[in-house]
């Protein structure tokens, strides 16, 4: 037996569970031998090297019904197409990682920017959005509102919903002129660069617009259209359409209403003089 190992010394080398020999063995990937004169179980030099291939292949976060597969056909073809495989599927988790830290800075970036504009009126350039509205003023009860989201429900994957987290609602321009605040359509923004889907949904141009963020209740929001409004007359603006509601903090990221965070945008353009 001197130069045989046995279950200790092969997990005390290798820095591994006894556990996780007998794991390996259970499974068909590495079996002991059977000493006839002793019983012992024993692994020769040749599992060695066997071993430290299993293990320098599970290091790379490979399954182990994948390298028992690879064991059964062992050739660089097969070495190849494992290593390749597991190459793409880290990228795509490598992406994954990416787009969710993407996520993270945007939601980020959208709170604190928002503690330097609070009760400020700004016009901003607001890039071209597409996305699906979602008419609320027929709506009679909960079930009409799941109706309405199933019915689009196709959009949903690639939403701000749940990308961003974010929800947008929108007053009318004709609305707004009446000063009627409580009729308002969901605006589902998507995010999909996809063209084909971009086509079936409305745009929203590239387009100015005045903004004004505030801090408070939901419930507050009628005040401060009339102030925003107000503020695009004193100034020489007309509105020229309808308004985004951009609800950056709601009761679902607080259950504070003194912190709940929203943005009403109103497109504007200089009046002809």
Same mark, same amino acid.
């Given at each position: 037996? *001197?130069?045989?190992?046995?279950?200790? +010394?092969? /997990?005390?080398?290798?820095?591994?569970?006894?556990?996780?020999?007998?794991?390996?063995?259970?499974?068909?990937?590495?079996?002991?031998? @059977?000493?006839?004169?002793? /019983?012992?179980?024993?692994?020769?030099?040749?599992?060695?090297?066997? $071993? /430290?291939? !299993?293990?320098?292949? *599970?290091? $790379?976060?490979?399954?182990?019904?994948?390298? #028992?597969?690879?064991?059964?056909?062992?050739?660089?073809?097969?070495?190849?197409? &494992? &290593? *390749?495989?597991?190459?793409?599927? !880290?990228d795509n988790k490598i992406n994954r990682l990416i787009n969710l830290k993407k996520k993270i800075q945007n939601k980020l970036e959208m709170l604190e920017s928002t503690k330097s504009e609070l009760e400020q009126v700004k016009v901003k350039?607001?890039?071209?959005?597409?996305?699906?509205? &979602? %008419?609320?003023? +027929?709506?009679?009860?909960?079930?009409?509102?799941?109706?309405?989201?199933?019915?689009?429900?196709?959009?949903? #994957?690639?939403?701000? &919903?749940?990308? +961003?987290?974010?929800?947008?609602?929108?007053?009318?321009? +004709?609305?707004?002129?009446?000063?009627?605040?409580?009729?308002?359509?969901?605006?589902?923004?998507?995010?999909?660069?996809?063209?084909?889907?971009?086509?079936?949904?409305? /745009? !929203?141009?590239?387009?100015?617009?005045? @903004?004004?963020?505030?801090? =408070?209740?939901?419930?507050?929001?009628?005040?401060?259209?009339?102030?925003?409004?107000?503020?695009?007359? %004193?100034?020489?603006?007309?509105?020229? =359409? %309808?308004?985004?509601? #951009?609800?950056?903090?709601?009761?679902?990221?607080?259950?504070?209403?003194?912190?709940?965070?929203?943005?009403?945008?109103?497109?504007?353009? *200089? #009046?002809?003089?």
């Open positions: 037996m *001197k130069d045989k190992f046995l279950i200790g +010394e092969l /997990s005390k080398l290798f820095n591994i569970s006894t556990d996780t020999l007998r794991h390996y063995d259970r499974i068909d990937l590495l079996k002991p031998h @059977c000493d006839e004169n002793n /019983s012992y179980r024993y692994y020769s030099v040749r599992d060695f090297f066997k $071993l /430290s291939r !299993i293990l320098f292949l *599970k290091n $790379l976060d490979i399954s182990l019904e994948d390298i #028992k597969r690879y064991m059964r056909n062992k050739n660089t073809g097969n070495l190849l197409n &494992l &290593l *390749k495989n597991k190459e793409e599927e !880290i350039t607001i890039p071209e959005r597409i996305g699906v509205f &979602l %008419d609320m003023n +027929e709506i009679e009860n909960d079930y009409d509102i799941k109706q309405a989201f199933k019915e689009n429900e196709r959009y949903l #994957k690639a939403s701000s &919903l749940l990308i +961003e987290g974010q929800v947008y609602t929108s007053l009318t321009k +004709e609305n707004m002129e009446r000063q009627v605040f409580d009729k308002f359509t969901y605006f589902i923004e998507i995010m999909s660069s996809d063209e084909e889907v971009s086509k079936q949904l409305k /745009s !929203i141009p590239e387009h100015e617009y005045a @903004c004004l963020t505030f801090v =408070g209740p939901y419930q507050d929001i009628d005040r401060h259209y009339v102030e925003l409004i107000s503020w695009i007359g %004193d100034n020489g603006y007309v509105i020229t =359409g %309808d308004s985004i509601e #951009k609800n950056i903090v709601d009761y679902d990221f607080s259950d504070l209403e003194y912190e709940y965070v929203s943005e009403i945008q109103i497109p504007i353009e *200089k #009046k002809n003089e």
